[in-house]
């Protein structure tokens, strides 16, 4: 398969790299120039579970190439998006599926304005990452990536990228409930995202503590309001219980925004917490934690000086 990673920080790298190493042609896509000169020249340097290795990929800004694609991972934080998809229009074809993989809510409307909806694809993943240095990254976990076609009569270019993925060691699987998933791994982010960039701690320090329970409980119970009002059914303990499974499975990882905090990056929480926090304030519910986290995240960036 003919891929694109739009998007090539930890997780674009680290799925390109498992995509390359699977027998894919695959294209990196970044905005970086350091760490585009630095794959061109040394090659991409990956690290998947405690085990180094280094590829020789292809990678460019989106301008600089002249190609279309079978399929196009995007990798791009929330608030780049738009930007990624006017980037690459060049790049897609009528049939070029568009597989989207980005923490947040409500992708797939801006999505719709750029790719039909016949090519959209929508997903989550549970595998977690990290730039170590320009053209250095590790990837962690086993997946799964869960992925699911917009177009309910499109489900075999959706089970097309299920079947690339599997055989290349990530996990695909599809999902007969998207919009579920994407809400749950919302939770994740919500919780373990938020808190740990708010602590500055890792996620294993964060499930240590005493208080680590009511606070779960109170964002998802949150979380799950605003989903029920979209047709989604959260269970809260269950929700909950996902939360320490994935907790086990990641340990000392510093999730995505923790990181962007440290290299003073703006971060997605008004695309997390900011949402519930604003859809609950339409719908008159209460969501003090939500609201209280996302003004801490602001203030920090604030302290920062990251402008938003």
């Excluded at 998006?81 to 947040?104: F, Q, S, Y």
């Excluded at 075999?156 to 690339?164: D, F, L, N």
Aim: aromatic letters at 6%; proline letters at 3%; hydrophobic letters at 35%.
């Amino acid at each position: 398969m003919k891929i694109a990673i739009a998007g090539s920080g930890a997780l674009g790298c680290g799925f390109g790299y498992m995509m390359q190493k699977g027998g894919n042609d695959v294209t990196l896509l970044d905005f970086w120039e350091n760490h585009i000169n630095v794959i061109k020249e040394n090659g991409l340097s990956v690290t998947v579970n405690g085990k180094e290795d280094t590829i020789i990929i292809p990678i460019g800004k989106p301008k600089e190439i002249n190609d279309t694609f079978d399929t196009i991972f995007i990798f791009t934080k929330s608030m780049g998006l738009r930007h990624m998809l006017e980037e690459i229009k060049h790049m897609l074809t009528e049939d070029t599926k568009v597989v989207c993989l980005l923490n947040g809510l409500g992708h797939a409307n801006t999505i719709s304005e750029y790719i039909p909806k016949k090519n959209i694809i929508m997903g989550t993943t549970v595998w977690t990452g990290g730039l170590d240095a320009p053209g250095k990254t590790h990837f962690m976990g086993e997946g799964p990536v869960e992925v699911q076609n917009s177009d309910e009569n499109e489900e075999e270019g959706a089970r097309q990228v299920v079947k690339m993925m599997a055989d290349c060691g990530l996990n695909g699987v599809y999902s007969p409930d998207v919009h579920f998933t994407t809400w749950r791994k919302a939770c994740v982010n919500g919780t373990m995202n938020a808190l740990c960039s708010i602590l500055d701690c890792n996620i294993k320090e964060l499930f240590e503590t005493a208080q680590i329970d009511e606070l779960n409980r109170g964002i998802v119970s949150e979380f799950s309001r605003v989903a029920e009002t979209e047709g989604v059914t959260l269970d809260v303990e269950e929700t909950v219980n996902y939360l320490k499974a994935t907790a086990e499975k990641v340990g000392g990882h510093y999730p995505s925004m923790h990181q962007d905090l440290k290299n003073k990056r703006p971060t997605e929480i008004d695309f997390l917490n900011g949402v519930v926090a604003k859809e609950s304030e339409l719908k008159g519910f209460e969501a003090p934690y939500s609201k209280q986290i996302t003004q801490l995240i602001h203030a920090k960036e604030d302290i920062l000086g990251i402008k938003r």
